[in-house]
């Protein structure tokens, strides 16, 4: 738990005067920029000040089932999953919220795990007899990283259309033409196909589906490599994937990006140390996580109206491509 004193070191003031800040002193002779400094210090930090800790525990939010769907083994070999469900186990500590994790497996959950928490938040995709099974036994239902057919469902996500769409046309902004996709058919591989169909520069050949892992991405990224006309670029459903690339490049005696560039979904911290380190999509997986507890806060005070929520995405250029102008990849 972050402290008002770490705050306080942070910014180079009193915890005094963090406190008082924090508690909307209106009293306070403090400058604007100052206030302003212990505010984002204390945000980037997660820390909850006693107030909203208190509204958690007013609203009756004091025990939260955090249902996932995928298995513990699986979400270990995926750290974006990994930062998501800690974005929401951080926001929940910060403020005093207890919380159980339910995983995924070959049967439903112990619907009493549900029904004794004052809300559940669901990770990932869920299908619709799911999610019938969810509302059905959860107080208060969100979905984090799941945008849900039925709206009445609160949810928030990162737009993965449009990710991709931002990313292929940079891809082509650089005058990638023959680009290739592997992993999940799922949002991002329709925009994929919808996109090049509609420059003209589809080759069905050069998407590929298959599982979402370091192995599956060495696998996919062999056979793409041996075509008669290999991709220029080869995107992948995740960071996960492009390490099995960059094996398969690595081993078939090719360079990257010299014979062919890689690009992601993600932006998982090894990416940066990969060589060369690697260009891809930054999915705001903790800020995922920690919007689903507010949701679900809203929800259990009171709230009525729905809400669906839309995180930026960010491009993240790194040596794994050739460099916008202007922009020196590491």
């Known amino acids: 738990m972050v402290t008002i004193k770490e705050i306080a070191a942070a910014v180079g003031v009193s915890s005094a005067t963090v406190s008082r800040v924090l508690n909307y002193d209106t009293t306070l002779s403090i400058s604007k920029r100052k206030r302003q400094a212990i505010i984002e210090t204390a945000e980037q930090l997660n820390y909850a000040t006693p107030r909203n800790r208190q509204r958690a525990n007013m609203q009756g939010l004091t025990k939260l089932a955090l249902v996932h769907f995928l298995r513990p083994e699986q979400e270990l070999i995926d750290p974006y999953y990994v930062a998501l469900r800690l974005g929401i186990e951080s926001r929940c500590a910060a403020l005093k919220i207890e919380t159980v994790k339910v995983y995924h497996t070959d049967a439903k959950p112990d619907a009493t795990l549900l029904q004794s928490a004052t809300g559940v938040i669901a990770i990932g995709r869920h299908d619709e007899d799911e999610i019938d099974w969810l509302r059905t036994h959860a107080r208060q239902l969100v979905l984090a990283d799941f945008v849900p057919a039925d709206e009445q469902i609160d949810s928030v996500h990162a737009d993965l259309r449009i990710a991709m769409e931002r990313l ?85 005696g090719l360079s990257i990006p010299g014979d062919v560039s890689v690009a992601s979904f993600n932006d998982i911290s090894v990416a940066q140390f990969l060589s060369p380190p690697l260009t891809t999509v930054r999915l705001p997986a903790e800020e995922i996580g920690e919007a689903a507890v507010e949701l679900l806060l809203e929800r259990v005070g009171g709230r009525d109206l729905a809400k669906h929520i839309t995180l930026a995405s960010k491009l993240v250029w790194r040596g794994s491509t050739r460099a916008p102008a202007g922009k020196a990849a590491p």
């Open 168 to 252: 292929l046309q940079s891809l082509a902004n650089l005058g990638y033409r023959r680009m290739a996709y592997i992993g999940l058919f799922d949002r991002r591989a329709q925009c994929f196909v919808e996109w090049l169909t509609k420059a003209g520069w589809f080759d069905d050949r050069l998407l590929r589906s298959g599982d979402k892992t370091e192995e599956g991405g060495y696998r996919l990224a062999r056979d793409l490599l041996s075509e008669s006309r290999p991709p220029e670029v080869i995107i992948t459903f995740n960071d996960s994937m492009a390490i099995g690339v960059y094996r398969a490049v690595s081993e078939m």
